[in-house]
């Protein structure tokens, strides 16, 4: 174990001992994985639905349990959906330092006729989504952005990673970690002209093996005793 070594005495008078005390110290641990599930019921979409796509925008309508994220217009009607997600991520110790943590998505369908980024970003919208929780197109770029996903890379056959852009530190050791996904079109007021939504499954599906999940990976110390 990794130790510091201490010369107690030896810039003393000839008559005193010299001391050395190994002092041990906190032993790392590499390598802890914790995979966190979406909550089963804070979770869902918000979305705006007007026939003037500003207003669609800007304004939420509804919230639904979908996991749907994009935009589309349809019917001569725009509709803006947001994805909010909540992650238990208590269970980390307060001290840890996290070096990795992936949000990863199992999708669902693919309604993308135009090609989009997904962003997550934190959004603390409490312990019940609600239609107010919406963010307005022009206000998502404000939102710390933490993550980000190419709905061109987007599969229906298994998870989508999506990439880090600053996660790790935004992870919430001490209680939960909420986020909110959006079409990058969406925040830079770009009306959509057909589909371009992809959806994810959420974790109102039996079992875990497609909920979204939230994989971290820290390190944490053991203290050492003398």
Sequence with gaps: APAVTVTAGADRTPDTIAAVVTVPQAIP??????????????TGRV????ATYSTARSTGVASSVAGLVGQVYVGATYYCDELFLEFDTSAI??????????????????????????????????????????????????????ASFASSGFTTSGYNDFADVALPANVNKTGTT??????DRQASGTPPTGFERIEFFLSNEAGTFK???????????????V
């Design 29 to 42: 641990r590499d390598g802890n994985v914790l995979t966190v599930y979406a909550d089963a019921t804070n």
């Design 47 to 50: 979305y705006g639905s007007d």
């Design 93 to 146: 110790p307060d001290g840890a330092a996290i070096t990795t943590a992936v949000l990863s998505l199992y999708g669902k369908t693919n309604e993308d006729a135009t090609g989009f980024n997904v962003i997550a970003a934190l959004r603390d919208y409490g312990s019940t989504l609600e239609t107010g929780d919406y963010v307005a197109g022009a206000s998502l770029s404000a939102l710390t952005t933490v």
């Design 178 to 183: 909420r986020l909110i996904l959006y079409s």
């Design 211 to 225: 909920d979204p999940q939230l994989v971290v990976v820290y390190t944490d110390s053991v203290p050492a005793t």
